[in-house]
């Protein structure tokens, strides 16, 4: 499998991710689970219509239940349908490799959202419906395909990849470095087997650029200090279902 060959990946004539021109700001959701609900909040936010979302999610049920006609958000928002000028959809699993290969995956039965490349523990208390390979790749080979010569920045990249958030954000590489907002899923718990220390995921981030905003129950907020007076400048905020 080559790079565009992936599910939802839509490239123009220049080779680069299909934006349109009427486009003003990018954020990135890692993690959509079976309703994206961040990810149609955020369109619903956007009253002006001049937001893309890139979701990208590994398990290939959850992509098909999300579909490409309604999101279901946690309240207060309902509903949305999405639209495919603001909206990409990717089936892929991210993690911090060198290029595109193929990995075990595991979908767990009742709540896609919990299915991990990391093999579910006892802890998690659901059942593996089926054992997969999946599409895996690095953040950059998506973030280097943004046609940058209209963008300055990404405005937010929110990650809850089941004890796999780390290698996520530093698969990014230097990209990350055009991240304001970041909110990561910190733990899980112990219900996967190999994931992160909660401390060694923040001092990494922490390393990269970033101060920690909050840090509430799985997931901790962060913002790019280089990049932080963009917040009062366009009016930036890090809204997240999370919160």
Request: a negative charge; proline letters at 4%; hydrophobic letters at 40%.
């Amino acid at each position: 499998m080559k790079f565009e060959e992936i599910n939802g990946i839509k490239l123009n004539e220049s080779g680069l991710l299909d934006i349109p021109q009427h486009i003003k700001r990018i954020k990135l959701d890692v993690g959509l689970s079976w309703c994206a609900p961040n990810s149609a909040a955020w369109l619903q936010m956007d009253t002006r219509k001049e937001l893309f979302v890139i979701g990208i999610e590994a398990n290939r049920f959850a992509c098909q239940r999300i579909g490409n006609k309604v999101l279901n958000p946690h309240p207060p928002y309902e509903n949305c349908v999405i639209d495919n000028n603001n909206y990409m959809l990717i089936n892929c699993a991210i993690d911090d490799v060198l290029n595109l290969e193929m990995k075990t995956f595991y979908h767990v039965a009742i709540d896609p959202g919990t299915s991990s490349l990391l093999k579910p523990t006892s802890r998690l208390k659901v059942d593996i419906e089926e054992i997969s390979e999946v599409p895996t790749i690095p953040l950059f080979l998506i973030l280097e395909k943004i046609p940058w010569n209209r963008f300055e920045f990404i405005e937010h990249m929110k990650t809850d990849t089941q004890g796999k958030d780390l290698e996520v954000v530093l698969s990014a590489g230097n990209y990350l470095d055009k991240i304001v907002y970041l909110d990561c899923e910190v733990s899980t718990g112990g219900c996967y087997e190999n994931e992160n220390d909660v401390n060694m995921i923040i001092n990494k981030i922490i390393s990269r650029g970033f101060k920690v905003l909050s840090i509430g129950g799985e997931n901790a907020s962060f913002v790019n200090v280089k990049l932080e007076h963009l917040i009062r400048e366009h009016n930036l905020n890090n809204y997240t279902c999370n919160n």
